[in-house]
């Protein structure tokens, strides 16, 4: 069983940068693989971003591939998620999600999620 918390949303501007934040429990989180999905009011959840278990590996949706980073410290069992170049339409709850060892972009394939956090972009 995983736990996800996530932080660090909030309000800027166009252009601004934010940091989110995923804390996880339990003591198997370096087997996790770790993803950031959102959702903007009246759309589907989509793809952010996801990394290994090892965080050698990492993924982007093109929406925010050289914006974005996502990273992780095992050892303190939180995945990052480093958002620069802010834009309005990256406005949209942001949520953690935990996958068992192997990767997707599906939504579908994962098996925890936190509660989200709210990001919103002003132009």
């Known amino acids: 069983q995983v736990q996800l918390v996530e932080s660090g949303g909030g309000l800027v501007q166009a252009g601004d940068s934010l940091r989110l934040s995923c804390a996880a429990s339990?003591?198997?989180?370096?087997?996790?693989?770790m993803g950031w999905f959102r959702q903007a009011p009246g759309k589907e959840r989509e793809f952010v971003a996801a990394?290994?278990?090892?965080?050698?590996?990492?993924y982007y949706a093109d929406s925010v591939k050289g914006r974005f980073t996502i990273s992780r410290d095992n050892a303190k069992n939180t995945v990052f998620l480093q958002m620069n170049s802010l834009k309005p339409e990256d406005t949209a709850v942001y949520y953690c999600?935990?996958?068992?060892?192997?990767?997707?972009?599906?939504?579908?394939?994962?098996?925890?999620w936190g509660q989200g956090t709210q990001v919103t972009v002003s132009s």
């Open positions: 990394i290994s278990w090892s965080g050698v590996s990492t």
């Open positions: 999600a935990a996958r068992y060892y192997s990767g997707s972009s599906d939504s579908d394939d994962y098996d925890y």
């Open positions: 339990g003591r198997t989180f370096s087997t996790y693989f």
